[in-house]
C-alpha cells in the first residue's frame, strides 16, 4: 500500500472579521512566519492568504487553514495557529473546530474493503464503533453492475470528539477524508483545548483506520 497525503486543513465555525487576515497580523500575533511572498487578497467579506504550500482562507462563517501535501499530519502547528488566534480574539463567537487528514491510499485491495464497508455493520465491526450516521452511493456501470462510489460514516470518540469519515473510491484507489470535530464551542469555548491535547490520540487513531484497511 502507498499513501499519498493530500492535505491537512484546521477549520472553524463561526462568525468572523476577514478584513484583519493580513500577512502583518499573523506574524504579530499568530507568530506565524513564512520565506514566501505572501499572494491573496484581503476584503471585509472574504479573505485569502497564501504562503507556499500555506493557504488562510477567512470567510464571515468559517476560517480554515490548510496544508497542501504536507509531509505527514503528526505536526500541530495549523492547529496551535488557529488557536492562537481564537485566544487572542477571545470574544470572537464560535461553534465548532475540525481538523481534517485528507490522503490517497493506492494498491490497495479495494474491492475487499467495498464488500465490507458497503454494509453499517461492516464498518462498525472495523472500527469497533456504534455509527451515529452512515450513507452510501453507489453507481451504475456498463455491465449493469452496481459499484460502491463513496461512504460516508460517523460514530463519537471520547471527550465528545466526532469522527466523520469520508472514502471515494477511484480507479486509483482510494481517497480518504478524516474529520475530527468539537461542537458546542458556543456554550463551552474551554472546550477548545481538547483539540490540541488529543491531537495525538487522533494521529493514532487515523493511522490505526489506514492499518486495518491495509490487512484487510
Not at 147 to 161: C, K, P, R
Request: glycine fraction near 4%; charge should be neutral; charged fraction near 25%.
Amino acid at each position: 500500500m502507498q499513501i499519498k497525503n493530500n492535505y491537512k486543513s484546521i477549520i472553524s465555525l463561526g462568525a468572523f472579521n476577514p478584513s484583519i487576515l493580513t500577512p502583518e497580523f499573523l506574524n504579530a500575533n499568530c507568530n506565524f512566519k513564512s520565506a514566501y511572498k505572501p499572494e491573496g487578497r484581503t476584503t471585509p467579506v472574504i479573505s485569502e492568504l497564501i504562503f507556499g504550500n500555506i493557504r488562510f482562507l477567512m470567510e464571515l462563517e468559517k476560517f480554515q487553514v490548510v496544508e497542501i501535501e504536507p509531509v505527514d499530519f503528526e505536526s500541530k502547528k495549523l492547529l496551535e495557529l488557529i488557536l492562537r488566534y481564537l485566544n487572542i480574539l477571545r470574544y470572537t463567537p464560535i461553534a465548532r473546530l475540525g481538523t481534517n487528514f485528507n490522503y490517497l491510499l493506492t494498491d490497495i485491495r479495494s474491492n475487499i474493503i467495498a464488500d465490507l464497508i458497503s454494509k453499517p455493520e461492516g464498518i462498525e465491526k472495523l472500527l469497533n464503533a456504534v455509527l451515529l450516521d452512515y450513507k452510501q452511493h453507489f453507481q451504475l456501470s456498463s455491465d449493469n453492475r452496481l459499484n460502491l462510489i463513496d461512504v460516508s460514516i460517523l460514530y463519537g470518540i471520547e471527550s465528545g470528539i466526532k469522527n466523520s469519515i469520508n472514502i471515494n473510491f477511484l480507479p486509483e484507489g482510494l481517497v480518504i477524508n478524516n474529520n475530527f470535530e468539537i461542537n458546542g464551542l458556543d456554550k463551552d469555548r474551554n472546550r477548545l483545548q481538547i483539540m490540541e491535547e488529543k491531537y495525538a490520540k487522533l494521529i493514532e487513531i487515523n493511522k490505526l483506520f489506514i492499518s486495518k484497511l491495509e490487512a484487510l
